[in-house]
């Protein structure tokens, strides 16, 4: 029995810190990670999600390089520059994206391109 339980705590300790605990965007009140549409589910379409980051927001091959954030109430309105994969700053497109946090892992998204959608923490 003790042979097992040291071989378990070897194990968990090889286990990067990042798979205890999650870390908190610092511009949002949201855990980092990828989030996807409630309705599909974790397995949704890689295009369906959106990705929460410390200084930023993602979305498939698109990053958001975040301008600016407004807080009103539990919503938070995002002057967002996105930027294609292998594009430059140059070539993105502004955009105003609202997040209303419901908690820390879940949150409606809205942009001028979509309508509010629920989205739920994925990893």
């Known amino acids: 029995m003790m042979k097992s339980a040291s071989a378990i705590a070897a194990i968990l300790g090889m286990l990067p810190t990042s798979a205890w605990a999650q870390s908190p965007s610092s511009i949002l009140p949201l855990v980092t990670g990828a ?32 301008l600016s954030v407004k807080q009103d109430g539990g919503s938070y309105v995002l002057d967002v520059l996105w930027i294609e994969a292998g594009a430059d700053e140059t070539d993105g497109d502004r955009d105003t994206v609202r997040i209303e946090v419901e908690t820390e892992r879940s949150f409606f ?15």
Not at 40 to 55: R, V, W
């Open 35 to 66: 989030y996807a549409p409630a309705e599909a589910g974790c397995e949704a379409a890689a295009a369906a999600f959106i990705y929460i980051e410390d200084q930023g927001i993602g979305a498939n091959k698109t990053s958001g390089k975040v």
């Open 109 to 123: 998204f809205s942009n001028t391109a979509s309508e509010k959608t629920l989205m739920r923490w994925c990893s």
